[in-house]
């Protein structure tokens, strides 16, 4: 199957700072790409859908303003923690589905970040 | 998208088959059903999917219901690296349909 990364695979960083996290699509090409986050021992929310040369569209109850999402290549989308606190130490996930244009168009995931915000 | 309801957890002795079902009564005539699975601390690996017909790959089959409404993801052959929270999703087949979690079922295969 297609093959989507993510980097830093783990991050630590202090409180107020930014963090931003990659997700590649590594051998196709991607228009949309998800961004998901998931605290322990619950399942994965949708925070946004990231377009390729157009704004993200985020999910009810997800500051736009604070996770900052741009989508400039057909292969790389990155999501900015803005001012980091505690609370938004969780595992993030991207997920992307090639621009087949035909038949199947199977959603692939990426092995996601841990973020800890000390 | 449709929910899906899946059972919380669920055991499975070694080499023998896993059948995890899943219901999805409101699924519409666009959407396709998708199964996932976690393992700790990883993304969602990709299983298998269909949209009526039943299916098989080298991971698993999927049997769904002629009314669409329900479906089973069979593992035949279970072992001890599948145990995971798997996630029935139901979404449109294209590549802006994003996928809605629910609480998935957790698998333990036990020795």
């Known amino acids: 199957g297609a093959v989507v990364s993510q980097h830093p695979s783990w991050v630590i960083c202090k409180s107020g700072t930014s963090v931003k996290i990659e997700c590649r699509s590594l051998d196709f090409q991607a228009t949309t790409m998800f961004w998901y986050r998931q605290f322990p021992k619950q399942s994965l929310m949708l925070m946004a859908t990231?377009?390729?040369?157009?704004?993200?569209?985020?999910e009810q109850g997800v500051e736009k303003d604070k996770f900052l999402i741009n989508h400039a290549s057909l292969t790389l989308s990155t999501l900015t923690v803005t001012s980091a606190h505690p609370e938004d130490s969780s595992f993030y996930i991207c997920?992307?589905?090639?621009?087949?244009?035909?038949?199947?168009?199977?959603?692939?995931f990426g092995p996601g970040t841990r973020l800890t915000v000390l | 998208d449709a929910k899906t309801t899946q059972p919380t957890s669920m055991d499975c002795a070694e080499g023998r088959a896993a059948n995890l079902p899943c219901n999805h009564s409101?699924?519409?005539?666009?959407?396709?059903v998708y199964w996932y699975r976690q393992i700790h601390s990883q993304g969602p690996q990709y299983i298998i999917h269909?949209?009526?017909n039943n299916e098989t790959n080298e991971m698993a089959s999927l049997i769904i219901t002629e009314d669409r409404k329900s479906s089973t993801l069979i593992l035949p052959h279970a072992t001890l690296r599948d145990t995971a929270v798997y996630y029935c999703i139901v979404r449109p087949n294209t590549n802006a349909g994003k996928s809605t979690f629910g609480d998935g079922t957790t698998l333990t295969v036990k020795p």
């Open positions: 269909g949209l009526k």
């Open positions: 409101t699924i519409s005539g666009n959407e396709y």
């Open positions: 990231s377009n390729e040369g157009s704004k993200a569209t985020y």
């Open positions: 997920s992307a589905s090639p621009n087949s244009g035909r038949g199947t168009d199977t959603q692939y």
